[in-house]
């Protein structure tokens, strides 16, 4: 299927911020594998391609009985991103510059809080991207304003505002398809996005499963 497509890793080039952000995103200990399709249409066999590509091994039987879902942009980033001024938060109170901060937003977090941990979805909850970019279960060796970066970069060119189509995978199903993914049932999670790029024409995909 992947051979009807022109279909490559963000890790391949270093072209686009994005392509240059997601390899930072990378070396710093990030779990996410991305591809993406150029000149796509939106369509459930490209999505399925572009998805493969990440995969890897399947079964083949078992991937087409794999039915996503549609979700919305607010959905597909989750609870720890404020979807109206794109920017991520932490869910709580800290306190620095000598003041308290609730939910403050991650440009302002200059150090790591003790114990730090956004928090996760229940596995195969719907959406979550935001969460499991940016808390991975060892921590990535970024500041906070640098994952905020890096988020941008790459959301906006997989999920521009209201310019994608987001279908979520994640799934028992899909975990049956590839049982490579099933560590991430362990605590962690599975997650398993393809997003539909209006503006350029682009099928991403991002598939993330681990554990410690």
């Not at 594998?33 to 995969?55: F, G, M, R, Y």
């Not at 991103?81 to 794109?86: A, C, P, S």
Request: proline fraction near 7%; charge should be negative; hydrophobic fraction near 40%.
């Amino acid at each position: 299927m992947a051979g009807q497509f022109q279909i490559h890793s963000l890790s391949d080039n270093a072209h686009w911020p994005y392509e240059k952000a997601y390899r930072k995103y990378l070396g710093a200990g990030g779990v996410f594998e991305i591809s993406v399709c150029n000149d796509a249409a939106d369509e459930l066999k490209c999505h399925q391609a572009v998805l493969l590509h990440v995969l890897g091994k399947v079964d083949p039987k078992r991937f087409e009985q794999v039915v996503p879902f549609e979700i919305d942009e607010p959905t597909f980033h989750g609870e720890i991103f404020d979807y109206e001024t794109w920017n991520l938060f932490y869910p709580g109170t800290l306190w620095f510059g000598g003041k308290k901060r609730v939910n403050p937003i991650y440009r302002d977090i200059k150090w790591v809080p003790k114990g730090y941990s956004v928090g996760f979805p229940e596995v195969f909850s719907p959406g979550g991207f935001a969460n499991a970019f940016c808390d991975p279960p060892y921590p990535l060796q970024l500041s906070h304003p640098e994952k905020q970066t890096l988020y941008e970069a790459i959301t906006s060119a997989m999920a521009p505002r209201n310019n994608a189509r987001i279908l979520n995978w994640h799934q028992d199903a899909l975990v049956k398809a590839c049982p490579a993914l099933g560590c991430g049932e362990e605590w962690w999670g599975v997650y398993a996005f393809t997003t539909y790029n209006k503006l350029t024409s682009q099928v991403f995909a991002a598939v993330a499963a681990t554990t410690d």
